[in-house]
C-alpha cells in the first residue's frame, strides 16, 4: 500500500453524515413560523409540479408506427 499514489489508497476513516444525538438541538417553531414553513412548504411543491409539467412538454414525443401484427385487411 505504500507504493499507491495518495487517491488509491483505502480509507479508513468512516464519515458520518448525521451529528451524534447528544450533539443534535430540538428545534421548537413558534406557531408564526410553522405556518410559514407550511407555505414555503406548499410554494416549492408547486413550482416542482410546474417544473415537472414543463420538462415534460419538452420531451418529445415518440412517434409509434401502427403494427398490424402481420394481419393485411
Not at 29 to 36: D, I
Not at 63 to 71: C, I, N
Amino acid at each position: 500500500m505504500a507504493a499507491l499514489p495518495f487517491e488509491s489508497k483505502p480509507k479508513d476513516i468512516p464519515i458520518r453524515k448525521l451529528p451524534f444525538p447528544e450533539n443534535r438541538r430540538a428545534v421548537v417553531m413558534e406557531p408564526q413560523e410553522r405556518k410559514v414553513h407550511a407555505l414555503v412548504q406548499h410554494l416549492q411543491l408547486i413550482r416542482n409540479k410546474k417544473m415537472k409539467k414543463q420538462q415534460f412538454k419538452k420531451v418529445p414525443k415518440k412517434k409509434m408506427k401502427k403494427r398490424h401484427g402481420g394481419r393485411e385487411s
